[in-house]
């Protein structure tokens, strides 16, 4: 069983730049793909931002490409937001994908979640 705990959330204006980082109870970055995956109110939870195990390949959702980065440490998942617009407001959540190439597309794919930190940007 692993936990996952994201930090860094907050309310911020558009244009302002947030930093999300993600923990583990224990080692799991250097072997499992992981995501960030946000669900903004009344809609279904979408995929952000990606990375493959050996962090050889990131993806990013078009509606945040450019504007989002994925990194990580040993023991730290980030997601760098600059350029945050109102559309940015949703909980985003910390995955850990089942296998070493993290799904874009399918939350089932993720077998261990965080409980989400809430990001609202205003105008």
């Known amino acids: 069983q692993v936990q996952l705990k994201e930090s860094g959330g907050g309310s911020v204006q558009a244009g302002d730049s947030l930093t999300l980082s993600c923990g583990a109870s224990?080692?799991?970055?250097?072997?499992?793909?992981m995501g960030w995956w946000r669900r903004a109110a009344g809609k279904e939870r979408e995929f952000v931002a990606a990375m493959s195990w050996n962090g050889g390949r990131t993806y990013y959702a078009d509606s945040v490409k450019g504007r989002f980065n994925i990194s990580r440490s040993r023991n730290t998942l980030t997601l760098k937001m600059y350029d945050l617009q109102i559309e940015d407001t949703a909980v985003y959540f910390c995955?850990?994908?089942?296998?070493?190439?993290?799904?874009?597309?399918?939350?089932?794919?993720?077998?261990?979640w965080g409980q989400g930190t809430q990001v609202t940007v205003s105008s």
């Open positions: 224990r080692p799991i970055f250097s072997n499992n793909g």
């Open positions: 995955a850990a994908s089942r296998s070493a190439v993290p799904s874009t597309t399918s939350t089932s794919a993720y077998n261990y």
